[in-house]
């Protein structure tokens, strides 16, 4: 199977370069750079080290994934990692794991020495379909998720789907419900697309995994390029996110994972466009939380509930959305939806919708 590339047409663009061995253009991703590290997920890196051969030796800093990677802590033995190999504003870091490392490698890019290049190798889905795309670089505070980031752009990512076959359950599951966020962003075709994939993408068929993973890197591209940093129609990839930070923030941070956290409010915020009318396809409700189900995703609070063994009580959740960075003070905002590829932006509920939907 040969490599989809989507050029991500920000300035600089850069490709994404999508497939089974797509590790394979590592070597010629970091050509130019005077030196290169390596940043890996210890697992992924036993698991898939191989693959990596071609680069030769590279200094490397191997660190557990998960969320427990983005805290100061681990920004700090990033940046030390970084001078004590040496490293200058023209070499490159790549991150080799999931979305926490690319956030942290990404970061970590963005401050050393005041931004140097990073390449990103993503190893899960939910990594390869968003995180890795579009440069927003993250670590969490206690205070919440993401409390800390920055925006810098990836100079070339690396997809290699075949590093999806090793995927825990609960990591596909996780990008499963960032995949189902991005179809309903992109439109009828990709929802189209996505449901006819479903069964090859839960079987880990390599070609529905290629396309399902071509066609999110199309829909984040084509969000990215017009709105790299967020002041606009970027901020309709944050889909079921208010309500999925409040989620984890309350559940602590990787009791749910991130994906499936946003299946829930994926479903939520369906529910409210719902009360508000503003579906214009009634249908379209059903339809989602049917594709959810189908994939093995939570389509509302009570099936997460169910699932992880969490109360998630409403009035925590309520205090949960003080923590999102995306809103005004005391006012968290949320995207909802009126049809397939059709958002509403900057939605801030009622107290009393807000309650009911998360009870
Ligand atoms: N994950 C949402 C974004 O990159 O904007």
Not at 151 to 176: I, K, M, N
Not at 253 to 267: C, D, F, R
């Amino acid at each position: 199977m040969s490599l989809a590339t989507v050029t991500v047409a920000t300035e600089p663009p850069y490709p994404v370069r999508i497939g089974p061995a797509a590790l394979e253009a590592l070597p010629n991703a970091v050509a130019s750079a005077d030196r290169v590290a390596l940043l890996a997920d210890e697992r992924v890196l036993d698991l898939h080290g191989a693959s990596l051969a071609a680069l030769g030796e590279v200094p490397t800093l191997a660190i557990g994934g998960g969320e427990d990677a983005k805290t100061l802590g681990k920004l700090g033995a990033v940046l030390e990692f970084l001078a004590a190999a040496g490293l200058a504003r023209s070499s490159t870091l790549i991150t080799f794991g999931g979305g926490t490392l690319a956030d942290l490698g990404g970061l970590a890019a963005s401050l050393f020495k005041r931004g140097m290049q990073v390449v990103h190798a993503p190893t899960t889905l939910l990594a390869q379909v968003d995180a890795s795309v579009g440069g927003k670089t993250a670590i969490n505070l206690s205070a919440g998720k993401n409390l800390a980031g920055t925006f810098h752009q990836p100079a070339e990512v690396l997809c290699d789907t075949s590093t999806l076959a090793t995927l825990p359950a609960a990591e596909r599951a996780s990008g499963l419900g960032e995949v189902v966020k991005t179809a309903l962003i992109g439109g009828e075709a990709d929802l189209a697309l996505l449901e006819a994939q479903a069964d090859g993408l839960l079987a880990g068929d390599a070609a529905a995994l290629a396309a399902t993973v071509t066609s999110c890197v199309t829909v984040k591209a084509r969000v990215v390029a017009c709105d790299p940093t967020e002041r606009g129609p970027r901020r309709g990839l944050n889909l079921g996110h208010t309500f999925a930070h409040a989620i984890e923030h309350v559940a602590g941070y990787g009791a749910v994972p991130h994906g499936v956290a946003v299946a829930a409010g994926i479903g939520l915020a369906l529910r409210a466009s719902a009360e508000l009318g503003l579906l214009t396809d009634p249908a379209l409700e059903a339809r989602i939380r049917a594709l959810l189900e189908r994939l093995g995703l939570p389509a509302d609070l009570s099936a997460l509930r169910q699932s992880s063994g969490l109360a998630l009580p409403v009035d925590e959740l309520m205090a949960g959305f003080a923590h999102d960075k995306k809103g005004a003070v005391g006012r968290p905002e949320f995207v909802l939806v009126s049809g397939a590829g059709a958002l509403e932006l900057g939605v801030t509920l009622e107290v009393d919708l807000l309650q009911s939907l998360l009870a």
